[in-house]
């Protein structure tokens, strides 16, 4: 009897992908579709978790599975955009919009609140990170402070992964990854629920039960089953955050090894030898028993190039012709990316994007090359925070993935920027390949999916570009810190009042 085929799914920021392997790494179906994200307010980003549901999971799942009817499943496993905060009542409903990771920065004064109450350096010693707009603990308490009704109705803590996982198989479940996100409530040297902070910061909260991503969570129930069209009975994994099931894919899994994703937000992660703790990057549990990682971002990289393409206009083979044409440099244009705010190294919600050096002589492809340069930039000085925070002399192995990565301009800059190469895999599918594969090993069907998706080709740096982006990046820097007050005066003015 052969064995079966397995099942990923994966729910980004703007849109889900869907994915059936075979055993032996084939994908055999894929599927793909677009959502939108809510913005309420300025600095609000949801996504309503119904919705996702509905017309994601169970439309991708019925999508693959007609594809290739004769197939059988004999695992599934889902990721989804993290760290966020979905509340849900004690039957498991949705009981507001889920509040997103750190695109989200809603909960400022409770960072401050929390940090005062626990201590800056006692939360990044039990945590592991300072507490950020990625943090999960301050947006609870957020929730309780200023959505109190709701919070007290609150009896599940969801992530978009794991809510998945309870409509699939009712298992109220989260994985060690996503809770090391939910700082300060989880034990990071330890890998277990900080008893005493999560009280502080939601008490009476029932937490759920914590799980490795490739084990088992739970069977497929006969209701799920009758919506989704995957048989009663088939195993589900715990699953993870996004970012880390897409560094699965390509294989990210030693010390030094970095994943350096092209998505809606730039994600880097880096497998580390052992914890360590850093206040310029996240330290966070891995998805193995015992493995720590670093993590650095830009909150937008995809968000600002799509922004562009909305402004101008202009589809995106367009937009990278134009930015060919406009050379290292972009005439002369300077970019700060940070239109949704700047997380690591700074940790900085109220920066905002800019652009240096316009003239009447500039075009779009001026402005969509300096886009893509000025994120490369944010990449080269979180790889420089990587380095100092991991004890790194020897150059990382660097693997880029996401849908970024396609017409090869953009991982070409990030290249010349940085001066390394980047390894581009075979498939760039992302992290609903790597779902697949947690599933293949949580149900057996195989014991090594290394060679599921082995290195292409590399990108190296070229020695003229790289030069020019070198006499940029400290012009780049400066261009940040001497407009950073102004930045932060302009946000303070958008920002109004709270609700009520």
Known sequence: MSVGHLLGVDIGTSSSKAVLVSASGEIVARANRPHRTCTPRPGWYEHDADAVWDADFVALTRQVLAAAPAATIAGVAVSGIGPCLLPADAAGRPLRPAILYGIDTRAGAQIAQLTAELGADEIVRRAGSA???????????????LERATYERTAHLFMASSYLVHRLTGE????????????PMYDLAGQHWDAQWCEHVAPGLP????????????????????????????????????????????????????????????FLIEVVARLTR????????GTTPGRYDIAATLPTSGALTAWLSKLTATDFPELLAAARRSGPGARGLLMLPHLAGERTPRFDPDQRGAVLGLSLDHER????????????FGVRENLAAM??????????????????TQGGLWAQIVADVVGQAQQLPTETVGACLGDAMLAALAVGAAADVSGWNPPLRAIEPDPSAAARYASLYPLYLEFADRTRSIAHELAHRDQGPEPE
Request: proline share 6%; hydrophobic share 45%; net charge neutral.
């Open 207 to 266: 937490l759920p039960q914590l799980r490795w991503p490739s084990e088992v969570a739970g069977l497929v129930t006969a209701a799920a089953a009758s919506r989704t069209g995957i048989p009663a009975g088939t195993p589900v994994t715990t699953g993870t955050i996004d970012a880390w099931a897409e560094a699965t894919s390509v294989g990210i899994d030693a010390p030094g090894d970095v994943m350096v994703m092209y998505g809606t937000t730039m």
């Open 172 to 183: 109220y479940v989260l994985d060690h990854h996503s809770a090391s996100q939910c700082a």
């Open 365 to 376: 492809g001026d402005l969509y090359r300096a886009a893509l340069e000025g994120v490369a």
């Open 387 to 404: 380095a100092e925070a991991a004890g790194r002399t020897a150059p990382p192995r660097l693997v880029a993935v996401g849908g970024g």
């Open 131 to 145: 507490l950020t707009s990625q943090s999960v603990g301050p947006k609870l308490l957020w929730l309780r402070q």
């Open 278 to 285: 850093h206040r310029a990057v996240w330290a966070v549990a």
